[in-house]
């Protein structure tokens, strides 16, 4: 029996499978672990709503603005997000309160006589802990993000009352498919028989997917990016947004915490869904969804995203770690002033990193970086692989120290960017 939380996080961490640490190793390629763990649990997935939220970019961000809205209408809101930067109980919240570590030791104890059995993977666990303290807290409404992919994740055992998919693009090939059609098939799998269905962005390479899967079932298909437009443009070294419902504006000059160019696609989708949730009488005031735009980091804890560190160098860190959302970053680096530019990059072993590199501009200082998990791309390596897109700089192991030689390099109008991986955003200090 687990006594102390550092104990009960070193048996998740060292006997339970794990895909962030070790790759596709980790996974299982059906739902029955999960199913056996809930079984244990009394079903708890099936004791409070929910929203199911899939895609390969802006799913977090998506998540966490829909929590938010929720909260601010007054709803008791779980949130379940992954993988976590800091903490494990980050990707366990209610109300932006993170999971206690007392409940965590609770439920590795009295699961572990199963875990021992059927050997679910770390997410599998996690998932069904999340269900788990949802009800025991009492959650109205949860919502609730894909792991990997959508028709085989351990979190398609619920039934929400909406499913929202982001955008579709290059990610996880070797798991999902080596195609984009491929790809929005395992995200598609998230569409239950009569539940509604959001689509971010209409992309014309994908979308008979959505359209055919939500038919199928007799799912309403709503495409949010043919109802909602939104603008962005730089004030005062921050960014603004203006949303438009059918080309009317319905929200002007609005200042997101969340700063990310990229944004502009996860808003219509977020809009859509409340629109779609007020239609089935969820008590969501026009003021009530602004404010939890407006509060959705102190709200929620959300982090990574386009996160100005400090100033005088600026000094930006950001999760996007495939080539869509690595191409979004690079056009608001693009929109920045600043005299020299700095990036720190780490990236994992197991995806196509040329695709990625041939977007970095090449005109800055490089530090080739590796974060401290098993998957990380080893940092000499990728200098190497950089250097043949033209990109070169200095290979600095540690994530910190690739940090500090580039501050210590930087001038104070210069630009500082760290990513490329969500495990070097994690290594942060003080994040």
């Keep these: 029996m687990?006594?102390?939380?550092?104990?009960?996080?070193?048996?998740?961490?060292?006997?339970?499978?794990?895909f962030q640490r070790i790759g596709p190793a980790a996974l299982k390629n059906d739902l029955s672990n999960t199913i056996a763990l809930c079984d244990a649990l009394g079903n708890p997935h099936t004791k409070f709503k929910s929203i199911h939220v899939a895609g390969t970019n802006g799913k977090g961000s998506t998540s966490h603005m829909l929590a938010s809205i929720l909260q601010s209408a007054g709803y008791k809101t779980g949130l379940y997000t992954s993988p976590h930067l800091k903490s494990f109980t980050e990707r366990i919240r209610v109300n932006g309160v993170e999971v206690t570590k007392s409940f965590v030791i609770d439920f590795v104890n009295r699961i572990r006589p199963l875990t021992e059995t059927i050997h679910p993977s770390f997410?599998?666990?996690?998932?069904a802990m999340a269900f788990d303290f949802f009800v025991l807290e009492k959650v109205e409404i949860a919502v609730i993000e894909v792991g990997l992919g959508g028709r085989l994740d351990s979190t398609n055992v619920i039934v929400p009352e909406l499913s929202l998919?982001?955008?579709?693009?290059w990610d996880h090939k070797e798991l999902l498919g080596d195609t984009l059609v491929k790809i929005a098939g395992e995200k598609a799998g998230i569409i239950?028989?009569?539940?509604p269905v959001v689509v971010s962005e209409r992309q014309a390479e994908v979308?008979?997917?959505?359209?055919?899967?939500?038919?199928t079932l007799e799912a309403p298909i709503h495409f949010a990016s043919d109802i909602y437009h939104v603008d962005q443009r730089n004030v005062r070294g921050s960014v603004v947004f203006n949303v438009f419902r059918r080309n009317q504006i319905i929200l002007k000059d609005l200042e997101l915490p969340l700063q990310g160019f990229y944004q502009s696609k996860n808003i219509p989708g977020v809009l859509q869904a409340v629109e779609l949730l007020r239609q089935s009488n969820w008590r969501i005031s026009d003021a009530q969804l602004q404010l939890g735009l407006l509060q959705v980091i102190s709200q929620t804890g959300l982090k990574g995203r386009w996160q100005v560190l400090s100033v005088n160098p600026t000094k930006v860190c950001d999760t996007a770690h495939n080539s869509e959302g690595i191409k979004e970053v690079v056009r608001q680096i693009k929109a920045q002033a600043y005299d020299s530019l700095h990036m720190v990059i780490g990236m994992v072993k197991d995806k196509d990193i040329s695709a990625i590199l041939q977007l970095l501009p090449q005109n800055a200082n490089y530090y080739f970086c590796q974060?401290?998990?098993?998957?990380?791309?080893?940092?000499?390596?990728?200098?190497?692989e950089a250097a043949a897109h033209g990109l070169r700089g200095k290979v600095i192991r540690d994530v910190n120290e690739a940090v500090k030689e580039a501050e210590h390099n930087a001038s104070k109008n210069d630009l500082i960017f760290i990513g490329g991986s969500t495990f070097v955003?994690?290594?942060?200090?003080?994040l």
């Design 2 to 18: 687990f006594i102390t939380y550092e104990d009960t996080l070193r048996y998740l961490y060292d006997n339970l499978p794990m």
């Design 123 to 127: 997410f599998e666990v996690t998932v």
């Design 371 to 384: 974060a401290n998990i098993p998957r990380a791309m080893e940092a000499g390596l990728l200098a190497r």
């Design 165 to 169: 998919i982001t955008n579709i693009g």
């Design 192 to 195: 239950k028989r009569g539940i």
């Design 207 to 215: 979308e008979d997917v959505f359209i055919a899967k939500s038919a």
């Design 425 to 430: 955003v994690a290594e942060i200090d003080n």
